[in-house]
């Protein structure tokens, strides 16, 4: 299995919402990550788990939680949403050891209204 | 900020032409990885080139890395319209703290195979 599976495929939630998005794999895996890709923009990234320990916060605002509870598993809680964080959030993973390729899911598109 | 910035954003060619893409990229890196987006959807790896290494090849794709320029560049051959999408470079870093790494994007090329 090497797959990254990412749910919902699309998100629409108004600004007083609280909403998850879910990320899985199977592949053993232990570093996950979160990134934002803005409409005809790169990926960027937000949140970095290493061993389901939260290793790198990018500057990410608090509205923005994220949340490994296993090693399979990523969360990332939202409250209190801006329109301008409507974007195309992806999943990826890595297996550890020498840094080598990421495994990206198809994304959570979310609008934020 | 952008570690990776590619040339040019955006290229048209005929179904069987060649492309290339090219990326530069500011700071030292691990390695400097490929990737591939259909349509605003999930990225897929296609090669990543260590910084010991000069030219790599998988299938039709062909990498180079000039460490001294900061650059890169990848080849398709023989475009294929299936290979319509956006390609990305990415970069590597670690920081302090051991272990923890984040892909550093370009901004991307995008490219149109014209059947």
């Known amino acids: 299995d090497t797959e990254v599976t990412q749910t919902p495929k699309h998100l629409v939630m108004g600004m007083t919402n609280k909403k998850s998005l879910k990320c899985e794999q199977h592949?053993?895996?232990?570093?996950m990550y979160w990134y934002k890709q803005k409409a005809k923009k790169p990926p960027e990234l937000m949140f970095v788990y290493s061993y389901e320990k939260l290793s790198i916060n990018e500057s990410v605002p608090s509205r923005f939680s994220p949340e490994c509870p296993n090693s399979s598993l990523l969360n990332l809680h939202l409250h209190a949403l801006q329109p301008e964080d409507s974007a195309l959030y992806l999943c990826?993973?890595?297996?550890?050891?020498?840094?080598?390729?990421?495994?990206f899911g198809p994304g959570t598109r979310l609008t934020v209204t | 900020s952008q570690q990776g910035e590619e040339d040019p954003q955006a290229l048209s060619i005929q179904e069987g032409e060649n492309a290339t893409m090219n990326c530069s990229y500011k700071?030292?890196?691990?390695?400097l990885q490929w990737y591939r987006q259909n349509s605003g959807r999930g990225l897929v790896h296609l090669i990543l080139i260590r910084s010991n290494e000069r030219e790599k090849h998988s299938g039709r794709l062909r990498v180079t890395l000039d460490t001294s320029k900061k650059s890169s560049s990848l080849l398709i051959t023989a475009s294929r319209a299936a290979d319509t999408a956006s390609y990305f470079c990415a970069t590597n870093r670690r920081w302090s703290g051991g272990g923890a790494d984040g892909l550093t994007f370009g901004k991307g090329t995008h490219l149109i195979i014209q059947p």
């Open positions: 592949m053993g895996h232990r570093a």
């Open positions: 700071t030292s890196i691990n390695n």
């Open positions: 990826a993973s890595r297996r550890t050891g020498e840094i080598d390729e990421q495994y």
